[in-house]
C-alpha cells in the first residue's frame, strides 16, 4: 500500500466511484451486500484515518474516532443516504466525518475501540507507520485526504492489475509504478509472461 505515481491528470483529479459496489453494499443484508460494504470501508479507511490525525488527534484518538465514524456509518446506513447525483462519494464521507467529528467534539466523551460491536478489522499499526512516514507533516488534513485516497485507489488498481496480470498465460505489455526513495513515483513498462 505504499505506491504513488506522477500522472499526467490533473493533481486532485480522481477516477469516478464504483457506485455499483456502493449500491450493492445499501442492498437488504446478504453475503453480498456484506462483502461490498466491507470493500467500500477498506476503500475509505486509510484516507479518513490520515484526515483525522491530521486535525491533530493522537493515534489512539484517531482510530477510536475513525472506527466510531465506520459503526455509526454502518449501523445508521448513512450510505443509503450517498447519492451519485449530488457527488462523489469521498466528498460524501469526508463531510459526513466532519460532522461527526463535530459532534464529538461536543459530547467530549470517546468511546473505546469497538464499544462492543462487530468491527471491520483494520491494520492501525501499519496505518501508524504510514502516517507517521508521509512526507507531507504540513499538509493540510483535506489535502491529506485527497492524497492518501489517491494513494489508496492506485495501489488497489495495482493489487488488482497483479491479480489479473497473474492468472493469464500469455505475454502482455503492462505499466508499473514504482515509488523512489525521495518519494517521487516513476512508470516502467514491460511485457508479463
Given at each position: 500500500?505504499?505506491?504513488?505515481?506522477?500522472?499526467?491528470?490533473?493533481?486532485?483529479a480522481?477516477?469516478p466511484?464504483?457506485?455499483s459496489?456502493?449500491?450493492?453494499?445499501?442492498q437488504?443484508?446478504s453475503p453480498?451486500?456484506?462483502?461490498?460494504?466491507?470493500?467500500?470501508c477498506?476503500?475509505?479507511w486509510?484516507?479518513?484515518?490520515?484526515?483525522?490525525?491530521?486535525?491533530?488527534n493522537?493515534p489512539?484518538d484517531a482510530q477510536?474516532?475513525?472506527?466510531?465514524?465506520?459503526?455509526?456509518?454502518?449501523?445508521?446506513?448513512?450510505?443509503?443516504?450517498?447519492?451519485?447525483?449530488?457527488?462523489?462519494?469521498?466528498t460524501?464521507?469526508?463531510?459526513?466525518?466532519?460532522h461527526f467529528m463535530a459532534?464529538?467534539?461536543?459530547?467530549?466523551t470517546?468511546?473505546?475501540?469497538?464499544?462492543g460491536h462487530?468491527?471491520?478489522?483494520?491494520?492501525?499499526e501499519?496505518?501508524?507507520?504510514?502516517?507517521?512516514?508521509d512526507?507531507v507533516?504540513?499538509?493540510?488534513?483535506?489535502?491529506?485526504f485527497?492524497?492518501?485516497?489517491?494513494?489508496?485507489l492506485?495501489?488497489?488498481?495495482?493489487?488488482?492489475l497483479?491479480?489479473?496480470?497473474?492468472?493469464?498465460?500469455?505475454?502482455?505489455?503492462?505499466v508499473?509504478?514504482?515509488?523512489?526513495?525521495?518519494?517521487?513515483?516513476k512508470?516502467?513498462?514491460?511485457?508479463?509472461?
Open positions: 500500500m505504499g505506491n504513488q505515481t506522477r500522472s499526467s491528470a490533473q493533481p486532485g480522481f477516477p466511484t464504483r457506485w459496489l456502493v449500491l450493492a453494499a445499501r437488504k443484508p453480498a451486500s456484506a462483502e461490498a460494504l466491507e470493500a467500500v477498506r476503500a475509505y486509510y484516507p479518513l484515518y490520515a484526515y483525522v490525525r491530521r486535525c491533530g493522537s489512539h477510536d474516532l475513525t472506527q466510531e465514524f465506520f459503526r455509526l456509518l454502518l449501523e445508521k446506513r448513512w450510505l443509503d443516504q450517498a447519492d451519485r447525483d449530488k457527488g462523489r462519494l469521498r460524501f464521507l469526508i463531510t459526513a466525518l466532519k459532534k464529538e467534539w461536543r459530547r467530549q470517546a468511546q473505546k475501540r469497538g464499544g462487530d468491527c471491520i478489522p483494520m491494520d492501525t501499519f496505518a501508524e507507520s504510514r502516517y507517521a512516514a512526507p507533516a504540513s499538509s493540510a488534513a483535506d489535502e491529506v485527497d492524497r492518501q485516497w489517491a494513494l489508496t492506485l495501489e488497489r488498481a495495482m493489487a488488482r497483479e491479480g489479473e496480470f497473474a492468472v493469464k498465460k500469455t505475454a502482455v505489455e503492462t508499473t509504478f514504482m515509488r523512489e526513495k525521495d518519494g517521487t513515483w512508470a516502467a513498462g514491460y511485457f508479463i509472461k
